[in-house]
């Protein structure tokens, strides 16, 4: 791993050397914040959301099944296994059925007293749900909203160099969703452009998983990646695993490999 106190050493000694006429030194190139943060510490990742992120998750610290069966189970064990010199942990506090306001309940014991320095959030597909099963209570956009913000907010002042990454929530018309598919599209994708609306405030990247779902469903049918259209297969977590890297490689270009 790269040593800030080696190349200070380094830089001073150099230094001495070129004020006798050894050598020219050039300037310290200062790292930027996400660099220092790496370089000092590594990385703690945690993931929130619904069930799609719980993946049936241990609630023990039996490291055998900690982070589930899904595309945050399938992130940590890349990135564990083919950089361990990066020293990133992953932690996952998603729980099934839950609602962004359920998120914003516990958020102070799941998020905050865990001090992630990478926030990943993937939520609104409960929040849809409650609507499609109760229309008389009404969409409710602007209470998921002004809970989320205050999620992302409660974060950034904890840390303000906080990585945020946000999940589009999808839904496709597979299996029993077939017969309400046209309420779920519809408040779907107004929760997509409130979630897309906080990524541009709170300087989020951004995971667009209907996209990679579309470009996987030209290789085999949605069945196959979403069995109930709203949760994915084995295969359709990996389709979210890339869609996930690709996307905070922005921020970390060593994930380029995947």
């Known amino acids: 791993m790269y040593n800030l106190l080696s190349r200070r050493d380094f830089v001073k000694s150099a230094a001495t050397i070129a004020g006798m006429g050894a050598i020219p030194v050039l300037a310290e190139e200062p790292l930027n914040k996400v660099q220092q943060l790496i370089e ?115 974060s950034r002042i904890q840390n303000p160099d906080l990585i945020i990454v946000m999940g589009l929530p999808f839904v496709y018309p597979i299996g029993s969703r077939i017969p309400v598919y046209d309420a779920y599209e519809k408040d779907v994708l107004r929760r997509k452009e409130i979630v897309q609306k906080l990524a541009q405030e709170f300087d989020a990247l951004l995971v667009d998983y209907s996209s990679a779902f579309d470009k996987a469903f030209e290789k085999a049918p949605p069945e196959y990646w979403i069995w109930d259209g709203v949760h994915p297969t084995v295969a359709g977590h990996e389709v979210m695993t890339k869609a996930w890297l690709a996307t905070v490689a922005e921020k970390f270009p060593f994930l380029e490999v995947y």
């Open 40 to 154: 000092d510490k590594g990385m703690r990742v945690l993931f929130q959301g619904d069930s799609i992120t719980d993946g049936n998750r241990g609630r023990n610290m039996d490291l055998n099944h900690i982070m589930g069966h899904g595309y945050a189970f399938s992130i940590a064990s890349r990135i564990g296994a083919d950089f361990p010199e990066k020293n990133w942990e992953f932690f996952n506090r998603g729980i099934s059925g839950n609602t962004v306001t359920d998120l914003q309940g516990r958020w102070s014991k799941d998020a905050l007293d865990l001090k992630p320095d990478l926030l990943s959030v993937l939520v609104g597909i409960n929040d849809a749900g409650q609507h499609v099963r109760n229309p008389e209570k009404g969409p409710q956009f602007e209470v998921f909203e002004t809970a989320y913000r205050d999620i992302l907010t409660q």
